[in-house]
């Protein structure tokens, strides 16, 4: 699709410059949705300190939109991941920033559930949080499917 390929040439053509600092998107000459498609690309590549790049592109997608809440959702996992402490309450913030700023967005509400299983925090929150996915029609495909298995494996019922 041409995301992804966006994506590709984004990724690969700034992938030195993320790994050597912490460039802005105006820097980089990168729209968000630009940024957030080189994101996906470098994670699913095979590349040292992808994650690392990733991260960074995410990080100058909240500067210029503090709400954006893919970027907020996509960061909580990548830390979330990371088992750390200090870094999964961080995590739980930014899935709680994300829902709060749009609550209707499933994706966020998706990563919330999975931070939340994840750290052993709040289940019901985190269950409450799939069968909202679940219940709305415009939720896409993959997400009410990720969903419906986080709910089947983790929530009573």
């Known amino acids: 699709d041409q995301r992804g390929l966006?994506?590709?040439?984004?990724?690969?053509?700034?992938?030195?410059?993320?790994?050597?600092?912490?460039?802005?998107?105006?820097?980089?000459?990168?729209?968000v949705d630009d940024a957030l498609a080189a994101a996906g690309?470098?994670?699913?590549?095979?590349?040292?300190?992808?994650?690392?790049?990733?991260?960074?592109?995410?990080?100058?997608?909240?500067?210029v939109e503090p709400d954006n809440t893919a970027a907020l959702s996509r960061r909580a996992i990548l830390l979330a991941l990371t088992g750390d402490v200090e870094l999964i309450d961080r995590a739980i913030e930014l899935v709680d920033r994300a829902v709060a700023a749009d609550p209707?967005?499933?994706?966020?509400?998706?990563?919330r559930?999975?931070?939340?299983?994840?750290?052993?925090?709040?289940?019901?929150?985190?269950?409450?949080?799939l069968d909202t996915v679940l219940a709305d029609s415009a939720t896409p495909a993959a997400i009410a499917d990720q969903a419906a298995t986080l709910l089947a494996t983790g929530c009573p019922g």
């Open 104 to 111: 209707t967005d499933a994706e966020a509400r998706l990563s």
């Open 41 to 63: 690309y470098l994670l699913s590549s095979d590349k040292d300190g992808r994650t690392v790049a990733a991260l960074k592109l995410y990080d100058a997608v909240e500067t």
């Open 113 to 129: 559930a999975t931070v939340l299983f994840a750290s052993g925090g709040d289940s019901d929150l985190a269950c409450d949080d």
């Open 6 to 31: 966006v994506g590709e040439v984004y990724g690969e053509t700034h992938y030195a410059a993320l790994l050597e600092g912490a460039p802005s998107l105006q820097e980089l000459d990168l729209t």
